[in-house]
Structures are given as C-alpha cells and as structure tokens.
C-alpha cells in the first residue's frame, strides 16, 4: 500500500517505527472508508507502480497525505515537514530528491494533484522492500 512509502517521511520522527505504522493503518483506514475507495486498488497502484485514473483513488491520496501532515489545503507539498521527518530506515539522499522532484506539481483539483504527487513519490524513489 501506499504506507510501504509514505511511512518513510511520515511526520512523526518522535515516534516509534511501530507507532508510526498503526498510525498509517488507521490514516488508510479512514480515508478509504471516506472516500469510498476500493482497497485493492489503493494497494495495488503504489505497490505495483500502477495508477489507475479513479476519482475515488485520487481523493484517497489526498486524504492519506493530508492526514501525514505533509500535504497542505491549498494542494502543495509541506516540503519542510517531509524533509525533516525522514526516517533513518531509507536512503535519505534518494528520498529528498524525490521530495524535490515531486513537491512542484500543481492543479485546481487538489486530488489530482495529490495522487500526481503521489505517484511521483513513487516513480522517483520507487520500491520500498
């Protein structure tokens, strides 16, 4: 799912690991249920690199990354926030290039850009084993 990564720069350093991964079950949990997105498919596109154009998933990243304190209201990345909270568990180089890369994309609909985010996240660092 989306955790296997995003729980990488998740924005709380003070925590955890564990912690950190109950608080990326539950954020997944409720954004699914509030955006009514199928589960596999959530799973499936960062896992597998593959992004269906869904409506439901696009919002579910959204949610997801506004949830992780690192996607603002107004559609933009909080670059600082990622950037300070990268876990050690990661290649920390890799990680704030792929913030960089990623942390320009704009639109009108902030789900879109959420999942363009998203999905450049994972494009740019790709898999997390």
Known sequence: MVVLFIVHFATFSSQDEPDIRKNIIAFKEACAKETNVDAEMAKRSFNDNNFPDDTNLKCFYKCFLQKMKVFNNDGSL???????????????????????????KKGADICQVAYDIARCLREAYGPIN
């Open 78 to 104: 909080n670059v600082i926030t990622m950037k300070d909270h990268i876990l050690p568990t990661v290649d920390k180089a890799k990680a704030e290039a792929a913030v960089k890369k990623c942390s320009g």
